[in-house]
């Protein structure tokens, strides 16, 4: 049972335009959400984060969107730029009782210079 | 400050082999989290350790064990390898476990490939 989905395996996006990244999840006990990006090799690096109690959070170019009652979250990403070329991950937390993050498959992003 | 390290970075071993994979957390931080990744998937959660006590346990099987020393580092031990444990592991840290707001930071991983 996945419980937290990203539909879109991939997305191209040209440099300077907006990239929007979305995420679906179905446990409607998660209260805590967050963005990570990942290079091939590396491992994932936090961006963003947000909690149920807020339905946007902004940090630089980077803002994110929560809509609880369609259980949809979104990254936006303006404006995009090649280093921005990764796999975008979205996570939730809080459902069990303990704090571990329950991830997304994954959104290949390439920004086209 | 020195982030998450994991060692060592890539690892061949044999099925049936045992494994052990190390992790030293952020400076201050006192939880630690471990997650195996396979391609094209998702980190899935193994273990959740913090102050030497393990808080939370993923759906692995008890080949997979972990503990926490003193200093917060962390161990995860793997027995009798299966080559569906071919994977990226990944350690997270973070300053608690149970608090509300805490993002987890990552180690650049274990390439584990059991042969």
């Known amino acids: 049972d996945q419980q937290v989905k990203q539909n879109s395996p991939s997305l191209s996006v040209q440099e300077g335009r907006i990239s929007i990244l979305n995420c679906d999840y179905t446990?409607?006990?998660?209260?805590?959400f967050l963005w990570y990006k990942k290079y091939p090799a590396e491992g994932p690096t936090f961006l963003i984060s947000?909690?149920?109690?807020?339905d946007k959070n902004e940090d630089g170019r980077f803002t994110v969107f929560l809509n609880k009652s369609a259980k949809h979250l979104s990254l936006h990403i303006v404006p995009s730029q090649p280093g921005d070329s990764a796999v975008y991950f979205c996570?939730?937390?809080?459902?069990?009782?303990?704090?571990?993050?329950?991830f997304g498959t994954g959104t290949r992003l390439k920004v086209l210079a | 400050d020195a982030g998450v390290t994991q060692s060592p970075t890539h690892l061949i071993k044999t099925r049936g082999q045992h494994v052990t994979l190390r992790c030293s957390p952020i400076?201050?931080?006192?939880?630690v989290s471990w997650y195996q990744q396979v391609l094209g998937q998702g980190p899935q959660f193994i273990f959740q350790?913090?102050?030497?006590?393990?808080?939370g346990r993923g759906n692995f099987p008890d080949r997979f064990s972990a503990r926490q020393f003193p200093n917060y580092s962390s161990e995860l031990n793997v027995n009798a390898l299966l080559l569906g444990d071919s994977a990226l592991y990944l350690c997270?840290?973070?300053?608690?476990?149970?608090?509300?707001?805490?993002?987890?930071?990552f180690g650049q991983g274990t390439r584990l490939t059991v042969v």
């Open positions: 997270a840290s973070s300053l608690v476990w149970n608090g509300m707001n805490t993002e987890a930071f």
């Open positions: 996570a939730a937390s809080g459902a069990s009782g303990t704090y571990k993050y329950i």
């Open positions: 400076s201050g931080h006192k939880s």
């Open positions: 446990n409607s006990m998660f209260d805590y």
């Open positions: 947000i909690s149920s109690i807020k």
């Open positions: 350790y913090y102050e030497k006590e393990e808080r």
